[in-house]
T-cell receptor, first 111, second 113 residues
């Protein structure tokens, strides 16, 4: 069964806070992704890691900082966010960069 | 460039009705095609996929056939249930694996009891 686990499920943070979103997969997938999804929109790609190296950064502001500590883990560090950054943040993984499997997402509210 | 166009929603149907959600694509070569479903408050789940022309993907009573001649991948279900209420995204993965996956805008489906 495919499973991508994200924590926390909900996060409320102030604009001066530093927080992190975490993602874990145990499927041996070599690629991991962060997406951002606003209400009633499709997910938008932010970052791609392939073999633990950052391969794609979709011109994401530096207040979002990804990290891939090992092949199973992916973090998204958040600092000095704006209210418009409030969204659902989705982690995903893929073995072949063709079929991607999503986690349940982390709902972020910036106040 | 690559693109996916799916029918605008919301689509409202009665339980046990027949469902079709249209999806057409533009891409070079032979992309892989997907349908994802997003239930309220949840992430996206892979519903079905097809990787080559004339392939039929199926899952949970849903089906879609990869039609190269019409560049389409329409989602169908013979008898919908209230629990099928969700947002459905058609998606395309280009032949070049370095290119990102393209999502349609999503179609919201409401099933009335």
């Amino acid at each position: 069964d495919t499973e991508v686990t994200q924590t926390p499920k909900h996060l409320v943070m102030g604009m001066t806070n530093k927080k992190s979103l975490k993602c874990e997969q145990h499927m041996g997938h070599r690629a991991m992704y962060w997406y951002k999804q606003k209400a009633k929109k499709p997910p938008e790609l932010m970052f791609v890691y392939s073999y633990e190296k950052l391969s794609i950064n979709e011109s994401v502001p530096s207040r979002f900082s990804p990290e891939c500590p090992n092949s199973s883990l992916l973090n998204l560090h958040l600092h000095a966010l704006q209210p418009e950054d409030s969204a659902l943040y989705l982690c995903a993984s893929s073995q072949d960069q063709n079929t991607i499997y999503f986690g349940e997402g982390s709902w972020l509210t910036v106040v | 460039g690559n693109s996916v166009t799916q029918m605008e929603g919301p689509v409202t149907l009665s339980e046990e009705a027949f469902l079709t959600i249209n999806c057409t694509y533009t891409a070079t070569g032979y992309p892989s095609l997907f349908w994802y479903v997003q239930y309220p408050g949840e992430g996206l789940q892979l519903l079905l996929k097809a990787t080559k022309a004339d392939d039929k993907g199926s899952n949970k009573g849903f089906e879609a056939t990869y039609r190269k001649e019409t560049t389409s991948f329409h989602l169908e279900k013979g008898s919908v249930q209230v629990s099928d209420s969700a947002v459905y995204f058609c998606a395309l993965s280009p032949m070049n694996r370095d290119d990102k996956i393209i999502f349609g805008k999503g179609t919201r489906l409401h099933i009335l009891p």
